[in-house]
């Protein structure tokens, strides 16, 4: 007895192929094979970091040597720096290009032969600023000039686009008559880039090797991504386009914040102060109640309080809800986009900062992403909700 039986398929559909592939000083390099990668990038006080792992083909190490293992140079010149370029594209949409998700430079290897295997450390080009020491002096200058100047005493692009007054006396008395390193509140150029970019409510982060200091941008259509949500009932699973999503509040920041900077100008001998709390600043008492949060910044005229006092208060209030989880990976999510979330029936329903993404790669493991959001829209009044 025998039985015939006639199998039709169908084609399949691939949802996602994400394919990753590394570029030194501009090359592909055959004779080290990306297995994995951690990227973190965040738009906090640090430069974005990526840690890779490699496979080392033996049979294609080049005569002169492993791409990694650079020569001492002569007459004690600094060992140059080794560019590296992290792309990622989706080979299950047609015609996808490769898009950077990282440039940077190289901080650590170590190298196992036994097990042909290459772990990498790198930084961003925010590590040349975080390496340059701060010794000159600015005379006569805007704070995005001084930025300017010290971005391109680096090596590096500028795309500065703060707006302020003048600062360079303040930064001459404070830098030139005291140059030592040793002896400044700055102890590298990033300090004092991030600090004069805070004071005007901006952003200091690297775009490969241009560093871009500019106001935070607003949500659009093109900068939001949609996390998906859906919860049509209690007797009906909750659809969520993320795993371990963590939905959290503060609710010692909720009852209210009130943020107070003092400064004392030894050469004026005066004192002067500035509150800032929901919506009001005033350089006599605070405009509110809430938990008090002191500042000290030496040297400072009444205007930097009152910008860093809000900036601070910003910061702080953001703090106030928090959403955590692991989705499925986005080659173009990036720190300073939005995630829009509806359909939870919290308070937590809305557009979203992205303040940091950590993107893991593996073949054996996908792509995936860690994604903290935070409200950063400061307009509703927190003592609403006390």
């Not at 020491?133 to 010290?150: D, F, H, I, Q, Y």
Request: proline share 4%; aromatic share 8%; charged share 20%.
């Amino acid at each position: 007895m025998s039985e015939s039986i006639n199998v039709t398929a169908k084609g399949h559909r691939i949802w996602r192929a994400p394919r990753a592939r590394l570029l030194v000083n501009g090359a592909e390099r055959p004779e080290t094979g990306l297995e994995e990668f951690t990227l973190t990038r965040t738009r906090y006080s640090r430069a974005d970091t990526l840690d890779m792992t490699f496979a080392l083909d033996r049979t294609k190490i080049p005569a002169n040597g492993l791409w990694f293992d650079l020569p001492a140079p002569a007459n004690g010149a600094a060992i140059a720096d080794i560019d590296i370029t992290l792309q990622m594209r989706d080979e299950a949409q047609t015609g996808a290009q490769w898009t950077t998700m990282f440039s940077g430079i190289v901080d650590h290897v170590e190298l196992s032969p036994a097990e042909t295997s290459v772990h990498i450390q790198c930084r961003d080009y925010l590590a040349k600023l975080l390496d340059m020491r701060v010794l000159s002096g600015w005379m006569n200058m805007t704070g995005s000039e001084v930025v300017k100047a010290m971005i391109s005493a680096a090596g590096l692009t500028p795309d500065v686009t703060m707006s302020d007054g003048m600062v360079g006396q303040f930064w001459q008395v404070e830098h030139k008559v005291k140059s030592a390193s040793s002896h400044s509140r700055f102890q590298t150029a990033f300090d004092l880039a991030s600090y004069l970019a805070n004071m005007t409510g901006s952003d200091l982060y690297a775009e490969g090797s241009t560093i871009v200091c500019a106001p935070y941008p607003q949500a659009t259509k093109s900068n939001t991504h949609i996390l998906d949500y859906s919860d049509t009932g209690p007797l009906n699973p909750i659809k969520m386009g993320a795993s371990g999503l963590h939905f959290t509040r503060d609710y010692q920041i909720a009852k209210g914040v009130v943020v107070h900077v003092t400064s004392w100008d030894s050469r004026q001998r005066s004192r002067v102060e500035y509150y800032w709390s929901a919506g009001k600043g005033s350089p006599t008492k605070a405009e509110g109640t809430g938990n008090l949060h002191s500042f000290t910044l030496p040297g400072a005229r009444l205007s930097d309080l009152a910008n860093y006092a809000q900036r601070k208060y910003n910061e702080i209030v953001a703090h106030e809800r928090t959403i955590t989880g692991q989705i499925p990976g986005r080659i173009t999510l990036a720190p300073r986009q939005f995630m829009q979330i509806t359909g939870t029936g919290t308070t937590w329903d809305g557009t979203l900062d992205v303040d940091a993404v950590t993107s893991r790669f593996s073949w054996s493991g996908g792509f995936s992403q860690q994604i903290t959001l935070r409200t950063r829209d400061v307009t509703k009044d927190e003592n609403t909700d006390a």
